[in-house]
């Protein structure tokens, strides 16, 4: 097959959809547990709510219904799809991948099936995974997840971190369309060296699960904000210039920025940098940082609620632990296949 750029498939999302639990946990919820407050938490971090997921439930459950509910936006069954992507930092298990279960659940019996790990920057880092394997003729339909059920994963009596996370997955389903642009080129990064500034430390090979490290709680997540947030808000602002830049347009050109939902100031941030203030979504109030399935849910929230119309031009960035960032471009041209 030639793979050469004048041979690539144009790709589209043709359907997303979401799941988020039930249960709503409001910050008054959370000053009844640790040292906080409603002020406190909304000042630092715009959140005033989360969903938390049942105990009965594990990140693949979640992943599902978002699934199913991405399928029936895209008006395709489970068994047209080629590939299943999972992104994901709260797997079911160490193995198998949690798209295997996916994919049981759903039926997708004719996907081949992988989880990809990014952190936070995870679904935008399948996003384009998917496309490109669309875009050369390997697979003709593929279903990208992002899950996550943080809860499991979050000291609750640290109220530095607790506050910030909560549980939720998305689900986009994407295939080759006569679209003009569709998902366009984009720009990712890493740093490895910053890798212990966000971290779960405990549970791998490096520093296996032991009552020791069990005690000592490194089986949650760790954060150093401060150098996070500063990190964070130069990546992803110098990410979407670069996405900009390769795809040659100016920011006029983009109708909505969808930025990945950490933190309101880290948003606010961005939006000020690039003066996009206007043009930036923003849903974490609603659901704090549900990690790899934010932008994910965003997306979707963005599209149906018609803040995009057919043509025009969304922004995704994102950035999460590893360091790892970077942002695409999407042509928003459901119906168009």
């Known amino acids: 097959m030639n793979n050469s750029p004048n041979s690539l498939q144009t790709v589209s999302i043709i359907g997303t959809g979401v799941y988020l639990p039930e249960k709503i946990v409001t910050n008054d919820d959370l000053a009844k547990v640790v040292d906080t407050n409603d002020e406190w938490i909304y000042s630092r971090t715009g959140m005033r709510e989360r969903r938390i997921a049942r105990d009965d439930q594990a990140t693949s459950d979640l992943a599902a219904e978002a699934a199913k509910a991405a399928l029936a936006d895209a008006g395709i069954s489970a068994d047209e799809v080629d590939l299943l992507i999972v992104a994901t930092l709260s797997p079911d298990m160490f193995f198998p991948s949690t798209a295997c279960f996916v994919q ?9 099936c992988y989880d990809l790990g990014a952190a936070c920057s995870g679904s935008l880092y399948a996003l384009e995974t998917a496309k490109n394997q669309i875009a050369c003729g390997a697979v003709k339909t593929a279903l990208v997840i992002g899950a996550e059920k943080m809860s499991t994963f979050i000291d609750w009596t640290d109220r530095n971190t607790c506050v910030l996370f909560g549980d939720g997955a998305g689900a986009m389903v994407l295939r080759a369309t006569g679209a003009k642009r569709g998902v366009m080129n984009g720009t990712f990064g890493s740093d490895g060296s910053l890798a212990a500034l966000l971290q779960t430390p405990g549970g791998g090979s490096r520093n296996p699960m032991t009552h020791e490290m069990l005690d000592r709680k490194e089986q949650y997540l760790t954060m150093g904000g401060r ?3 500063k990190h964070a808000v130069k990546q992803m602002t110098q990410s979407v210039r670069d996405a900009l830049e390769i795809n040659g347009l100016t920011s006029d050109d983009i109708k909505s920025f969808v930025a990945h939902q950490a933190n309101a100031r880290i948003i606010d941030a961005i939006g000020k940098r690039l003066n996009v203030e206007d043009r930036m979504f923003m849903n974490v109030e609603k659901y704090a940082n549900t990690s790899a399935a934010a932008l994910m849910i965003a997306v979707d929230e963005v599209v149906k609620s018609g803040e995009v119309q057919q043509g025009d031009l969304m922004l995704l960035v994102a950035f999460g632990g590893g360091f790892t960032w ?10 168009s296949e």
């Not at 049981?104 to 081949?112: P, T, W």
């Not at 970077?326 to 119906?335: L, R, S």
């Open 326 to 335: 970077g942002a695409n471009i999407v042509e928003w041209t459901k119906g």
């Open 227 to 229: 150098e996070v947030y």
């Open 104 to 112: 049981e659940k759903i039926g997708a019996k004719n996907a081949y």
